[in-house]
T-cell receptor
Framework: NAGVTQTPKFRILKIGQSMTLQCTQD?????MYWYRQDPGMGLKLIYY???????DKGEVPNGYNVSRSTTEDFPLRLELAAPSQTSVYFC?????????????FGEGSRLTVL | LAKTTQPISMDSYEGQEVNITCSHN???????ITWYQQFPSQGPRFIIQ???TKVTNEVASLFIPADRKSSTLSLPRVSLSDTAVYYC????????????FGTGTKLQVIP
């Protein structure tokens, strides 16, 4: 039972490079999220999706893009990487039955932009 | 959006009961209260969720007074492995897109 899987776990980028963080879940969850967490801080929502083909911006979307072509996959694209994007990125999913549901997180992807 | 306030940090000795209180004065009628635990270098993990009164599961209890303006997460007999950051979240049914993670409460369990 894999849950939420993120790749890569670590990555170093040069300023101006682009990359995609991959996220896949095998729980058939309808909601998926991307968060970033800076040192000593809470998580900030970048983008979210309520189902395949539907995405929307969160609190800090600038510099990022997402797509949701399938229920399972929710990749996060970083265009023109900047040092301010150095952070740990977490992908999460949830299935809402009652309340806000339970978030299941991946192990995180640590990104450094130099 | 309901704003939450929790202590920045707490210390506790092993074997003690720990209570972490979260204030959410402007909680809305449809909002639920959820607590997450995060260890270093890991994603947060769901602990417990409630709407009113008391909820208990195998790891924690959640106490919510009648006015729902605060909530208390209770961890019985903590061990060193409970050292983590604990987040109190408040949001309505329908997902986490409008829910904010604050900085949480850093719990340090001392031997």
């Amino acid at each position: 039972n894999a849950g939420v899987t993120q790749t890569p776990k670590f990555r170093i980028l040069k300023i101006g490079q682009s990359m995609t963080l991959q996220c896949t879940q095998d729980m058939n969850h309808n909601y998926m999220y991307w968060y970033r967490q800076d040192p000593g801080m809470g998580l900030k929502l970048i983008y979210y999706s309520v189902g395949a083909g539907i995405t929307d911006k969160g609190e800090v979307p600038n510099g990022y893009n997402v797509s949701r072509s399938t229920t399972e996959d929710f990749p996060l694209r970083l265009e023109l990487a900047a040092p301010s994007q150095t952070s740990v990125y977490f992908c999460a999913s949830s299935y809402v039955i009652q309340g806000t549901g339970e978030l299941f997180f991946g192990e995180g992807s640590r990104l450094t932009v130099l | 959006l309901a704003k939450t306030t929790q202590p920045i940090s707490m210390d506790s000795y092993e074997g003690q009961e720990v209570n972490i209180t979260c204030s959410h004065n402007n909680i809305a009628t449809n909002d639920y209260i959820t607590w997450y635990q995060q260890f270093p270098s890991q994603g947060p993990r769901f602990i417990i969720q409630g709407y009113k009164t008391k909820v208990t599961n195998e790891v924690a209890s959640l106490f919510i007074p009648a006015d729902r303006k605060s909530s208390t997460l209770s961890l019985p007999r903590v061990s060193l492995s409970d050292t983590a950051v604990y987040y109190c979240l408040v949001g309505e049914s329908g997902g986490y897109q409008k829910v904010t993670f604050g900085t949480g409460t850093k719990l340090q369990v001392i031997p």
